[in-house]
């Protein structure tokens, strides 16, 4: 062996005299002092960011407004405090529209924070209601932090969803400890996640699997065909040796190159992360041999194409135009994956009878086409947007469903998200009666999967005079309907409509109301059209003194109309008198007020289930903690269902389900089972029908329909595979995998990258539907490792078959 050591020192001195190595390490180092006095600090602080400003234009028209002496008394107050350099601007803009910078607005704003006379009891007449504000108001020897505490306060409960409320943790960062920009909305519990995630392996794609990678590749190529050189070759063939080991030995060899560069680079931001940023991450370390192996890809082509050429620049042009040929495949292979595999994943559903009815990723609403064995989109095919709900009413005949511009990480604005309603009268079911739930079923008029697309019966509210036929997704059927409410996130049926759940409070939707609401006029082109206004629709059945804040989450109790709901660590239950949802008892579970949290009630117990931790139990009569679900482990829970039977369903963000079902004498008031369901560990949502059964998304857009009791599945949805999606399974995508994958190590990097001490994976709820890249991180090692395998062993073969 030790000719062969001898060929890997060589290699090692080779690459230390190379004074490209010491450029490049010399920059690495000097990227790394130069990176060293960056960081991040939290601190407390209640100081307003333009990014707080959920509607800026809102807030300023309110302020206008306020310069003439309407608006709310808060409003005026707030007015009355600012600068007078912006009031003459406020004035100025009531009467010609004027713009007004958001700069300014925020500056002057902050101003306030600092102010003692902000509050009077006049303007804020709930806030010594509020717990935390009668605290502060009540002490006459604030210190400075409490005062803008106070004052930030106020000024949320001036401007209700046009303003985020502050958490009173911010991060900054900082360069040598001086702060520049505005202080991040977020706290280090949620950043860090994301640095791990996204930002190092960025960091590394960029500096090292590009410009390392190309500059070692070019370093390298002549190694390989130096070894033909005449003299170099015969000396060290002068004794016995394997050609194959000594091939594979200078090929080793050329590969410490890249190791020292890469080790040098990783070590030093291992420290750095850890030392300036708080993230001891192993995984940084993990990646050295990462990179090493990424190079032994390009390396072995430009070894094979050295063997045959013998030139070193034959091998670099060689191995670059592999290089592009690999990067130019993935690119190919990844819009296709977009444009041609089909619609996204299903993200919710609602079932009537037998007749699902779908929301997807990409905000779009699905019906199945039952003669066409397919999806059909319905009501828009939009783009980037986010649906909310859908929810039916099976009475009335109607669905109810919203969307938004989804924004991640809890940016968006709180705008008011559109409300659509579909009247469904084909799919009513009939008043709930004391017969068995397969009674239900057999009172539908018809089966929604046998409803042909062109033959549904007329009905009274189906237009019997013009005896038209509409399919389910027909626009004709959308009824005109107000906006939700501000910054709503989420709409839960309750009574014979829903709430709207948002950070100002819950509103009731009156379809009654909204229906005889007064007409707004206007003209467009010459014609006058009307417009519902929302305000008559949408009821506050919560009282002033709201005081939740996002991330919040809501569930209705089960056969009443009691509300749970979590926010700022506690579980709060509320009980409606016949006119407002009225404050019961709370409980404080101990959970980070910025933790994301899904909420769902089976029987009386509540089921908290927080964004990685263990959910757990809370009795909503006695309001204290009786367990956690151990079973299901620090997991995130992404979606939740009820059945009116009992039980609930749980849905793990990696696609796994779980049912629980009632059980008072065992030693946790639930039972829990993860069922042996098709697709299980790819399910992408869920929910039950009136009769029990069980309603599974899989597999992207595949749909089973499972009994009471999860054995068997009564009904399958199998959408028809189009001639797009048939190009990309049997040409493309296969074509892609016998390809070799470089770039796809990068998924193996982001792998090893991810902190199993990190509790937080998602920062707002709609975070949790965000779409989950579901792959082998090894499949590329293995699948890369197989190529190098190949292009060393025909190396090998033709260096034996060249006469040296």
Known sequence: ??????????????????????????????????????????????????????????????????????????????????????QGTLKDRLRTQKRVPVGQLVASLNELLGREDLYEKEAWPTAERREELKELIEDKSKNPAELQKLNRRLIDLAFPGSIRSASGQATWI?????????????????????????????????GLGQIAMMVAIVVTAPMIPDMFQTGSLHLLLSKPLSRSLLFLSKYLGGCIFVAMNVGVFLVGLYFYAGIQ??????????????????????????????????????????????????????????????FLKGPPTIQSIVAVGDTPIAANQQGRLLFWNAPLNTWQVGFGEVNGDRVIGPISNTQQGILYFGRTRFVPFGLGGNDSPRLYIVKLPELK?????????????????????????????????????????????????????????????????????????????????????????????????????????????????????????????????????SVVLFSKGKLVRFDFDGKKLQKQNSIDLDIPAETVVNLVVCGRIAIVCPDTMPPVLVDIDRMEKVGTLEAIGQKTIKRTAQCDDGRVALLERDGRLWVLSSNPNGPLPLNITSPNLVGQGNISSMAFDK??????????????VWDNQMTRSEKAFRPSRTTPEFLYDYLINPFYLVNPKPSAIQETIQYVLRNPENKISAIDRADLDMPQVVSDPWQPIWSNGIFIAVMLSVSCWLLYRQDL
């Not at 626009?475 to 100002?504: H, Q, V, Y």
């Not at 599974?696 to 749909?703: G, R």
């Open 277 to 338: 940023l708080g993230i001891w991450n192993r995984g940084i370390l993990w990646c050295i041999p990462l990179f090493i192996f990424s190079f032994m890809i390009f390396y072995s082509v430009s070894a094979l194409v050295g063997l045959i050429w013998k030139n070193p620049i034959i091998c670099v042009v060689l191995t670059a135009l592999f290089w592009g040929l690999c990067f130019t495949i993935g690119v190919v292979r990844g819009f296709a994956e977009g």
């Open 691 to 704: 009769t029990g059964r069980l309603w599974v998304a899989h597999h992207v857009k595949q749909l089973d």
């Open 1 to 86: 062996m030790k000719p062969y050591i001898a060929v890997l020192y060589d290699s090692l001195i080779e690459s230390v005299r190379s004074r490209v190595l010491w450029i490049l390490m010399a920059g690495w180092l000097l990227i790394l002092i130069a990176l060293f006095p960056l960081s991040m600090s939290e601190e407390e602080t209640y100081r307003i960011s333009s990014s707080d400003l959920t509607n800026a234009r809102a807030i300023l028209d309110q302020l206008a407004q306020a310069t003439a002496g309407r608006g709310t008394r808060a409003q005026r107050a707030v007015y009355e405090k600012l600068d007078e350099d912006l």
């Open 429 to 561: 079911l009939p008043e709930p009666s004391s017969q068995a739930s397969e009674a239900i079923d057999k009172s539908l008029d018809i089966p929604a999967t046998d409803i042909p697309a062109t033959d549904i019966p007329a009905t009274s509210e189906t237009e019997t005079a013009k005896k038209k036929t509409r399919n389910l997704w027909d626009d004709s059927r959308l009824d005109t309907a107000p906006e939700l409410p501000n910054g709503t996130s989420e709409i839960l049926p309750w009574r014979d409509s829903f709430l709207a759940l948002t950070p100002d409070g819950l509103f009731w939707f009156d379809r009654e109301s909204a229906l005889k609401a007064e007409q707004q006029k206007i003209s467009v082109l010459g014609f006058d059209l009307k417009l519902p206004q929302a305000t008559e629709a949408h009821k506050k059945i919560t009282d002033a003194d709201w005081d939740y804040r996002r991330p919040i989450a809501a569930n209705i109790v089960p056969g009443s109309d």
């Open 174 to 206: 900082t360069y040598a400890g001086m702060k520049f920009m505005d202080p991040l909305p977020f706290t280090l519990r949620q950043i860090r996640p994301f640095i791990e995630a996204t930002l190092f392996p960025f960091i590394m794609w960029l």
